[in-house]
């Protein structure tokens, strides 16, 4: 219960650095002592604690101002603090609950009064941690879900017009093809979205069908693989919507603007701990496609996807979502434009 907990204590008496050791110590907390508060941020900023416990009479700056810095700082305002005191005058006790302290202890300390106080106040802040960061997990998979579930809607409204102009050429067994193809799609976004986590093989399915709609609205100008080197892409986790935005980015900007003919190379493999998915295209590249770009504005599809990332990020603590983006060359001119996704292979 006590493992990885770390308390400071700052007080001047020795006798109490030794009583507070002898009780806290023994039941398994590690203590770290200082005995004057000029040295109290310096120790914060060194060490992760859990609990400060501060005497109001120290030499020098008192335990009442040191009690208020910590409680004005935006890094260590969580950060429960229990005081230390001969004094029990009830100005005394208002001040420090006023200034923010959890807690408070009369000298002589008692034992079990010791233990009986820390071990409240350091459940009752770990408690309230756990409900901020469920909160903010709640919050978060709230955004993510919505970002998810944003398909550009440049790409909607031009399906919808590629089926108008399928119906004025009285194209009938392709105006129902494509009918029944962009419901499919758009059923399987939907479902997708309501899920913080598919499978691969679900979202490898939902772009196949994302990517053979492209082509036909684009008049075949690009042709497309998909190579999946997963022996088992139904059992792999993966948050919905994450390639797709770069598909789109490879077909709009640079293979629909292309004179040659197009294509693009879905790749997907597994390391260890990672997956890795490839977006190859040999269109016009970055350089070019931005500056025919009509209005040169940031698609709302890659900035939802650059948004998403940061919030797995801060979801899973560590930057294990990442993007990459190489423009391709071939004697000195451009190839088209490569991009490398990577996240975590074991999201269940």
Request: charged letters at 25%.
């Given at each position: ?40 941020f ?16 120290l ?6 101002e ?19 005191s ?80 399928f ?35 679900k ?80 269109g ?19 900035s ?45």
């Amino acid at each position: 219960m006590y493992k990885d907990t770390s308390i400071l204590v700052v007080d001047d008496n020795r006798q109490v650095l030794e009583l507070v050791n002898h009780v806290l110590a023994q039941v398994g907390y590690h203590i770290s002592f200082i005995p004057k508060g000029q040295f109290l941020f310096r120790r914060l900023s060194s060490q992760k604690f859990d609990l400060v416990l501060l005497d109001i009479n120290l030499p020098g700056i008192s335990g009442f101002e040191l009690l208020k810095q910590i409680k004005s700082d935006p890094t260590y305002k969580a950060l429960p603090v229990i005081i230390i005191s001969a004094e029990e005058e009830d100005e005394t006790l208002a001040k420090c609950f006023d200034l923010g302290a959890s807690d408070y202890i009369k000298k002589p300390i008692h034992h079990e009064i010791l233990k009986a106080r820390v071990q409240s106040v350091i459940s009752a802040s770990r408690f309230h941690q756990n409900e901020i960061h469920q909160q903010k997990q709640e919050a978060l998979r709230a955004r993510m879900k919505m970002l998810s579930s944003q398909m550009n809607p440049h790409f909607i409204f031009n399906s919808l017009s590629s089926i108008q102009e399928f119906v004025l050429a009285n194209e009938t067994e392709k105006v129902l093809n494509y009918l029944s193809e962009f419901a499919g799609l758009m059923r399987q976004n939907l479902e997708n979205s309501m899920l913080p986590h598919i499978t691969l093989s679900k979202e490898l399915q939902f772009l196949d069908t994302y990517l053979k709609l492209e082509r036909t609205r684009f008049n075949n100008v690009f042709d497309y693989e998909v190579d999946v080197d997963i022996d088992t892409p139904e059992n792999i986790m993966i948050p919905p919507m994450l390639m797709q935005p770069y598909l789109e980015n490879a077909i709009i900007h640079g293979l629909r603007k292309s004179t040659r003919p197009g294509r693009l190379v879905l790749k997907v493999w597994e390391t260890e701990k990672s997956i890795f998915c490839s977006i190859k295209d040999n269109g016009i590249g970055r350089a070019l496609a931005s500056a025919i770009s009509e209005n040169h504005h940031h698609s709302i599809a890659m900035s939802n996807i650059e948004a998403r990332l940061e919030l797995l990020n801060m979801e899973f603590g560590v930057d294990v979502f990442s993007v990459a983006i190489e423009d391709l060359e071939e004697e000195n001119e451009p190839a088209g434009t490569q991009v490398t996704l990577c996240f975590p292979n074991d999201l269940h």
